[in-house]
C-alpha cells in the first residue's frame, strides 16, 4: 500500500520548491546536520570501496533519509530535494565514476546550502524580528509548486504541535492539474495531511515499540491512469481506528450491533460528526472535514476511496476525470537529471 515510487521508468515533474525556514528549528537542524554529514561521507566512502555491501547501502539510506525529514522538517526544502534525489541516484544507478562524481557534487550543494543558513542564523540573532520564526520567502510560479510548500509549511505546524517527526513526499508522474483544481483541491490536501499527523502517525516511541522507523512517512502521489488522474495520500500509520468509528456510528443510530465488512466500517470517516480523536484540539476532533474532503472530489466530477491496514497506515485514493489536467506540453524530467 505504501510502496515508494521511484523516478526510473516512471518520470517525475521537476518542482521549483523555496526555502520557508522554521528559525526556531534551525539551530537545532545545523547541529544535526554536523553531525551526519560526517557520518554520509564516511558510508559513501565505504560503499564505494565495496559496492555490494547490502549493509553499507542500508546505512547510507537511513543517514540520507533521516537528514532528509529534518531539513524539510526545519523548511530546508532545497537541501531535502538535494538529498531526495541523492536516495534516487543510488536506487537507479549502477556504481561508477558518474554516480560518485554526482553524490559529490549534491554534497557540496548541500554544504553551499548550509552555510548559507548559517549566516542566515547569525543575521537573525543579530537582527530579531517580532515574530521570529521565518526567513523571507519566495513564491514559485508553478501552481503545484505553491501548494507544495503550503502543505509542507501544514506540515511543520501541525507535527511540530503534536510533537511529531514527519516527513512528507511528493511525486508527480508526468501529470499537471489545472490551476482551479488545485486551489480547490488544496484545503482537502491540508485536511488529509493534519488527519495523518493527529490520527495516523504514531509517536516516537509507539514507533519503536512496532519497530518502525522514529520519522513518520506521508506520500502523495499523482499520476494519470487511462482516462482519470489519480491521486494516492498514504502514510505508515496505525491505520484507523475501526473499533472507534463502530462505536461512535451505534451511538449516533447509524449502525446496529451487527458485524459489519471492515470496508464498510471505513466509510464512516466521511459521515459528518464521526470522528476517532479522543478530545477535540485545534488540528482535530470535531468530525468535520473528511465529508468537505468528499464534497470537493465529487464537485470535480470525482471519487474518493479509503483502505486501511491495523498498524501499516491508510490510503485515501481519490480519482479525477481527465479534463482536470492542463494541457500535455508541461514540463517534466526525472529527478535522477536534477
Known amino acids: 500500500m505504501n510502496s515508494r515510487v521511484r523516478p526510473g521508468k516512471a518520470r517525475q515533474q521537476q518542482l521549483t520548491v523555496n526555502d520557508d525556514v522554521e528559525m526556531l528549528l534551525l539551530p537545532v537542524f545545523l547541529e544535526e546536520a554536523d553531525e551526519l554529514r560526517p557520518m554520509i561521507n564516511e558510508s559513501?566512502?565505504?560503499?564505494?570501496?565495496?559496492?555490494?555491501?547490502?549493509?553499507?547501502?542500508?546505512?547510507?539510506?537511513?543517514?540520507?533519509?533521516?537528514?532528509?525529514?529534518?531539513?524539510?522538517?526545519?523548511?530546508?526544502m532545497r537541501i531535502g530535494d538535494i538529498i531526495h534525489t541523492m536516495e534516487d541516484r543510488l536506487l537507479v544507478a549502477a556504481p561508477s565514476a558518474g554516480l560518485w562524481g554526482a553524490l559529490n557534487d549534491d554534497l557540496e550543494r548541500i554544504n553551499s546550502l548550509l552555510e548559507a543558513l548559517?549566516?542566515?542564523?547569525?543575521?537573525?540573532?543579530?537582527?530579531?524580528v517580532e515574530d521570529g520564526s521565518k526567513s523571507e520567502q519566495v513564491t514559485a510560479d508553478s501552481p503545484f509548486a505553491r501548494m507544495?510548500?503550503?502543505?509542507?509549511?501544514?506540515?511543520?505546524?501541525?507535527?511540530?504541535?503534536?510533537?511529531?517527526?514527519?516527513?512528507?513526499?511528493?511525486?508527480?508522474?508526468?501529470?499537471?492539474?489545472?490551476?482551479?483544481?488545485?486551489?480547490?483541491?488544496?484545503?482537502?490536501?491540508?485536511?488529509?495531511l493534519r488527519n495523518a499527523i493527529a490520527h495516523g502517525v504514531e509517536k516516537e516511541q509507539q514507533?519503536?515499540?512496532?519497530?518502525?522507523?522514529?520519522i513518520g512517512e506521508i506520500q502523495l502521489c499523482l499520476r494519470q491512469e487511462n482516462d482519470e488522474v489519480i491521486v494516492e495520500f498514504s502514510d505508515d500509520g496505525r491505520g484507523l481506528n475501526l473499533a472507534a468509528l463502530r462505536a461512535q456510528a451505534i451511538k449516533r443510530g447509524l449502525l446496529n450491533e451487527a458485524d459489519i465488512p471492515e470496508e464498510?466500517?471505513?466509510?464512516?470517516?466521511?459521515?459528518?460528526?464521526?470522528?476517532?480523536?479522543e478530545a477535540v484540539t485545534g488540528v482535530s476532533g470535531r468530525g468535520?472535514?473528511?465529508?468537505?474532503?468528499?464534497?470537493?472530489?465529487?464537485?470535480?466530477?470525482?471519487?474518493?476511496?479509503?483502505?486501511?491496514?491495523?498498524?501499516?497506515g491508510t490510503q485515501f485514493t481519490i480519482h479525477l476525470p481527465a479534463h482536470t489536467l492542463v494541457s500535455h506540453k508541461t514540463r517534466s524530467r526525472s529527478a535522477i537529471d536534477l
Open 44 to 76: 559513501l566512502r565505504a560503499l564505494r570501496a565495496e559496492p555490494g555491501d547490502d549493509s553499507q547501502r542500508q546505512l547510507i539510506n537511513r543517514l540520507l533519509h533521516t537528514f532528509k525529514g529534518s531539513a524539510r522538517m526545519t523548511g530546508a
Open 118 to 128: 548559517r549566516e542566515a542564523q547569525l543575521v537573525a540573532e543579530a537582527n530579531p
Open 148 to 192: 507544495s510548500e503550503r502543505l509542507y509549511r501544514t506540515l511543520r505546524q501541525t507535527a511540530k504541535e503534536l510533537n511529531k517527526r514527519v516527513n512528507l513526499e511528493l511525486i508527480v508522474n508526468d501529470v499537471e492539474l489545472e490551476g482551479r483544481v488545485l486551489e480547490k483541491m488544496t484545503a482537502p490536501f491540508e485536511h488529509l
Open 207 to 214: 514507533r519503536i515499540d512496532s519497530d518502525k522507523e522514529l
Open 264 to 277: 464498510q466500517l471505513e466509510q464512516l470517516i466521511f459521515i459528518p460528526g464521526i470522528s476517532t480523536a
Open 288 to 312: 468535520i472535514g473528511m465529508d468537505v474532503v468528499r464534497s470537493e472530489v465529487t464537485a470535480l466530477g470525482g471519487r474518493i476511496e479509503v483502505h486501511s491496514k491495523p498498524g501499516q
